[in-house]
């Protein structure tokens, strides 16, 4: 896992006070723990945008004033209800044989012939949830979707792997893709159609059988010649 190295000055005086003033002056209090004591430091507001605003995880190389340097992972975060400011971090010390939880973003790869065909695609475990060593913490959980179609899903399961250990059940849903409004709204109209073609063909057959039934016989009322007889006309000639 990649790590990013925060320049910091270790923390003379602890509370709301010295908190306030730090913040006043575009610095971050922060915290370690995990180690014999709590180690206070504060650095400035900017050495922690790459921490922060990112999807990605990373491990903490703490760098002080007095040549103390820190392996550390981000454990909380504070910020301000109405700014959304960074108020306070939490960080947890890594030890090489002592193993840490952490939250492991999940990265989508490929195009779903599911989605394709009209499927609707739910994401649903963005982070996941390890436990193991520092240098067993992946960066991302690579999950590849270009195999899903309607109905299919990708579970927990088949991220499983020895260097660390997933912290939810085999059977947890990570994405998944589910037949969509549309699509079935789609498939409706289609079988109506087909239904709709084959009742028109059986209809006609049975108006042309019924015209052939109807149509009258040659020599049948008002049709073909009259019919010829051998009786004697009317008022013959002596």
Known sequence: MKSITIKGSERESVGKKSSRALRNAGKIPCVVYGGETPLHFSADELAFRDLVYTAKAHTVSIELENGNKVDAVMQDIQYHPVTDN??????????????????????????????RNGGRLLFRNRKLDIRALPDNLPDFFDVDISELTIGDNITVESLLNDDFTILHPDTTVVVQVKMSRVAIEDEVDEEEEGLEGEEGVEGAEGVEGAEGAEKPAAGAEGGGEAPKTDAPAEGGGK
């Open 86 to 115: 960074v108020l306070h971090i939490d960080f947890y010390q890594l030890f090489k044989d002592k193993e840490l939880t952490m939250a492991i973003p999940v990265r989508l790869q490929g195009s779903s012939p599911g989605v």
